[in-house]
């Protein structure tokens, strides 16, 4: 569950449950065939082997104009090696079938997975195989040492980040920002705020778009506050439930929110915000005749304004500040990730994680303007990008160094940080209607008590 942007696009995916498990079955009875001849090299991906036909199968979430990027991915790795590789896309319900597959011990070769939870499980569980040294090596060179350890399980790694979300953008309209006369993007939570005033004040009916209706977005908020209220050490142990949400220092956070969250004048009616879905949001702010002129969500806007406003162009019409600072907070990032993993010894397999840490992967993977990808790859140039908005984000990921963080939300348990209409998108959702502090943080406490059993 950590990368919302699947919770919304993968509702495109045509396939049934059934023919997932039919087309992604393993190719382990064709391991066999596979040579170890002459290795190819490239200026990135170096070392790769010859594997004259080999057969593998992959299973990721990835639909539309990123299952198109990601098959220009694959289809380069099979001329650079002379594999087979086939994709099947699983959507949201990717957990869910490679359960049911690895269960009756016919599990993809590769997976895409983007729940560090799930990894960790299946990995905990010995059905993952571990980087061989040539993967490791290639996460080392291209990749900063976090996402080394953010992609390891009791030390040993298993995964390759195929790309990450940057969580902590806020996105505008130009347009609203030039006929309200603002002309400085704001930098802290205070300059939000003024900011979002002299938009209402110029006549934007609600200046910020709250996603409301799903709960997810509200998380996403929560977090970035709270890493900025809290700090990165407590930011990590409320994740694990090591404190509890009745701690003061969520107390802040929920308060500080309440000063965008309780202001009718920057957000509308909370009542109408908790009826307004993520992909309304963002077409309210930027659509024609636009009621809003800012909203906050992952770098993941910029796919969604090309699919819900075709006429507005990223880096034009729409552009995005950094998560502002609060009380001269350091400029941490939330974000995510999807892991590729190895289920299987198919030798395919591990030359596949070793091709994803790769430069040229991750170009393939970020130069697509409609896939909106993003990629930790240190290696990346800026020209590597669609645009100077997408590289933009991607430098931010790769600047945060050890201030990046995991979505808060995708590391809880899904009954509590994943599920519609229960846990922390309920409680939240509760509180962006009612504005109760005490309410929400004893509504939390009880949700986390309950799910981390």
């Known amino acids: 569950m950590r990368s919302h942007r699947k919770r919304f696009l993968a509702l495109g995916a045509l396939v049934t449950g059934a023919a997932l498990l039919a087309a992604c079955s393993s190719s382990q009875e064709s391991s066999s065939s596979s040579s170890s001849a002459s290795p190819t090299t490239s200026s990135s991906a170096s070392a790769l082997p010859q594997l004259n036909g080999q057969e593998f199968a992959i299973l990721g979430p990835w639909t539309k104009d990123e299952q198109v990027t ?74 900063s040492p976090l996402w080394t350890e953010l992609g390891s399980v009791d030390g040993k790694l298993y995964s390759v980040y195929a790309d990450a979300s940057n969580k902590s953008t806020f996105w505008y309209s130009t347009k609203a920002f030039e006929t309200a006369g603002v002309t400085d993007e704001p930098k802290t939570w205070d300059d939000l705020v003024k900011t979002a005033q002299t938009l209402a004040d110029s006549g934007v009916q609600v200046p910020i778009a709250v996603a409301g209706g799903d709960g997810w977005t509200l998380t996403d908020w929560f977090e970035n506050v709270y890493i900025r209220t809290a700090g990165l050490d407590s930011y990590d142990k409320l994740t694990k439930h090591e404190i509890p949400w009745t701690d003061p220092s969520v107390t802040k956070a929920l308060e500080t929110l309440k000063k965008i969250w309780g202001n009718k004048a920057l957000v509308g009616d909370p009542a109408t915000a908790l009826q307004t879905s993520f992909t309304q949001s963002v077409a309210n702010t930027f659509k024609n005749d636009a009621p809003s002129a800012m909203v906050y969500e992952a770098s993941f806007v910029a796919t969604q304004i090309g699919q819900e406003v075709p006429t507005a162009k990223v880096g034009t019409d729409a552009k995005f500040f950094p998560f502002p600072e609060i009380d001269g907070s350091p400029q941490s990032v939330v974000g995510g990730g999807d892991a590729v993993v190895a289920f299987t010894d198919n030798p395919a397999a591990q030359a596949f994680l070793q091709y994803m840490a790769s430069t040229d992967a991750a170009k393939l993977m970020v130069s697509s303007e409609g896939s909106g990808f993003a990629s930790a790859n240190k290696t990346l140039q800026a020209s590597d990008y669609p645009n100077e908005t997408l590289a933009k984000v991607g430098a931010d990921i790769v600047a945060a160094g050890d201030k990046f963080r995991f979505d808060m939300s995708d590391q809880t348990p899904s009954a509590f940080g994943g599920t519609k209409g229960q846990g922390q998108w309920k409680a939240l959702q509760d509180f962006l209607g009612n504005g109760d502090v005490a309410a929400a943080q004893a509504q939390l406490e009880s949700a986390a008590k309950a799910a981390y059993k």
């Open 70 to 143: 990601f098959q220009k991915v694959i289809d380069d790795f099979n001329a650079k090696t002379g594999a087979k590789g086939t994709y099947t896309s699983g959507g949201d319900d990717v957990p869910t079938i490679l359960g049911t597959k690895v269960a009756g011990g016919a599990p993809p070769d590769v997976a895409v997975i983007a729940s560090p939870g799930t990894v960790e499980k299946f990995a905990k569980e010995g059905k993952l195989k571990p980087a061989n040294p040539q993967v490791q090596a290639a996460v080392g060179a291209n990749y």
